[in-house]
């Protein structure tokens, strides 16, 4: 009969990493069903520090968000002159435009069903949400993208994120995914520091798969 080689045992640290993860998983799927909007799929959770500045994404959130909706090459308009966005778009490849504030957003017309993803912060001085929502629509490719950081004290979170999705679907945008970002350094951290929702047009059919 063969000897087979002993199976060499499991490092100690290893074996705690895996418990780790593991623990990790379930929590940030506890964390998903609390977090998720009434009647929607579960938002997925996305490890991320908060921005040093507010009104942008963080360096490691804007990272993990062009890695997800786009390529390189790609085109990606920053309505708000977000500067993490923009370093961190033109350190990946992508073809990053700032807009600087939505009022310009008339002046893009020339540029209607090139852009491949379009990000916009909110909340923001006061705006008609559907008139600017619509106004991104009409700017988007067929598989284009919309993505709304949303950064609101948590007991305005769940009136503002709902209100962001009735004023998309009447604007003719259908969301395809959400995702809530928190921070890792946190001891306790069950409330996101951004939401992202991520929308698309209605003719593209696509799961939600948060």
Known sequence: MRDWPAREPQPAMDRHHQQHDCLGSRLDDHLADRLA?????????????PAQQPGCLSPRL???????QTKVEDVV?????DIAFAATAAATGRRHHALGGA???ATMSHAAGYLDLILLHWPRPAVNPRWLLTACRSLLGVAGRLVIAVSV?????MAHLTALGGAAATAGLNKIRHIAALDPDAATCEHPHADLLIFGVHDVKTADDG
Do not use: F, V, Y
Not at 77 to 81: C, H, Y
């Open 62 to 68: 804007a990272h993990l968000l062009l890695d997800d």
């Open 37 to 49: 909007l009434p009647g929607e799929a579960r938002p997925a959770i996305w490890r991320a520090a």
């Open 103 to 105: 009022h310009h957003l």
């Open 77 to 81: 308009l920053d309505i708000d002159d």
């Open 153 to 157: 004290d948590n007991g305005q979170r």
